[in-house]
């Protein structure tokens, strides 16, 4: 599936599931019939069956391209930022979506969105400059960075802080700023802080000369 999936545009849900079925080789129509009528219930989109691709949402028309290609059931998905553009509520429909499809099959997701990850996934793999930094379980990845993750409060930015340690985020504050940090020795007036996936996903894509 890719990123943006799109479709012509005066077509409606079951036709586009029915052309694809037969560019699948679905030839009976009985039998594209039965696939289709499975794959709207499957994804949520019985209602909207008879809906032309223009007027679908966000989300449905993710949902319409995980149907097609679903169609023939394949046992390994391979869905690319699945979530990029879509609204809150439509982004947890979409998650709960694949994780019930992941329960027979191998899913793969390629994204960006660390929530989506850690929100869906059982194990991770790490890709920088296209070598491998990490491939595992996500509780032993999150590991990676435990006591390493820091905020920092007070009245002025140390010079230490932009120096020698990588900067999340931060904050100004009515007593000076926050600024939360990865380092493997903390600066004064800093408390640990519990580490997550976007922190060891971070902390794993560190650049070269920084922070090592």
Known sequence: ???????FPNVTVEEALDYVCQLKGVRQHSQRKREIEQKL??????????????????????????????ISDPKLLLVDEPTVGLDPQERVSFRQLLTTLASDRIIILSTHIVEDIALTAQHVLVLHAGKVQYMGDIPAFIATVEGK??????AIVPDEIQRSTMI?????????????????????????????????????????GHYE
């Open 1 to 7: 599936m890719p990123q943006k999936f799109d479709f």
């Open 41 to 70: 219930e499957q994804v949520g989109l019985i209602e909207q069956r008879k809906k032309r691709f223009r007027a679908l949402s966000g989300g449905m028309k993710q949902r319409l391209g995980i149907a097609q290609v679903m």
């Open 149 to 154: 993750v820091w905020l920092y409060r007070g």
């Open 168 to 208: 999340i985020s931060s904050q100004a504050t009515a007593d000076g700023v926050e600024i939360r940090y990865l380092a493997d020795i903390p600066v004064p007036n800093s408390f640990p802080l519990e580490a997550t996936l976007e922190h060891a996903y971070i902390y794993a894509n560190r650049k070269k």
